[in-house]
């Protein structure tokens, strides 16, 4: 069974950085997409940014520039830097593996 885990997560102000992680337990991981998504209150869960098993990525045009997406096959987990931050990058932020699995998310709040 595949098992998903966001972390990472926290209080930042306006301008600061985090990075988040996300582990994915067994093999499926190396040879599979995966994407970041990201849920704010009363919104629509939106897609955040994308990286490919050979490490090609892409991104929402809300966070080209400032956001970094990166994966360590040998560790299976995936990183999200993110840079430059906003208010309203304000969400809980979900990893998604293959389109398949998702994990639980993890809260970034961004004060103003």
Same mark, same amino acid.
């Given at each position: 069974?595949?098992?998903?885990?966001?972390?990472?997560?926290?209080?930042?102000?306006?301008?600061?950085?985090?990075? +988040?992680?996300?582990?994915?337990?067994?093999?499926? $991981?190396?040879?599979?997409?995966?994407? %970041?998504?990201?849920?704010?209150?009363?919104?629509?869960?939106?897609?955040?940014?994308?990286?490919?098993?050979?490490?090609?990525?892409?991104?929402?045009?809300?966070?080209?520039?400032?956001?970094?997406?990166?994966?360590?096959?040998?560790?299976?987990?995936?990183?999200?830097?993110?840079?430059? +931050?906003?208010?309203?990058?304000?969400?809980?932020?979900?990893?998604?593996?293959?389109? +398949? $699995? %998702?994990?639980?998310?993890?809260?970034?709040?961004?004060?103003?």
């Amino acid at each position: 069974q595949v098992q998903v885990a966001e972390s990472g997560g926290g209080s930042v102000q306006a301008g600061g950085s985090l990075r +988040l992680s996300c582990a994915v337990s067994g093999s499926i $991981f190396s040879s599979n997409p995966m994407n %970041w998504y990201r849920q704010a209150p009363g919104n629509v869960r939106e897609w955040v940014g994308r990286i490919a098993s050979d490490g090609s990525t892409n991104y929402a045009d809300s966070v080209k520039g400032r956001f970094t997406i990166s994966r360590d096959n040998a560790k299976n987990t995936m990183y999200l830097q993110m840079n430059s +931050l906003k208010p309203e990058d304000t969400a809980v932020y979900y990893c998604n593996v293959a389109s +398949l $699995f %998702w994990g639980k998310g993890t809260l970034v709040t961004v004060s103003s």
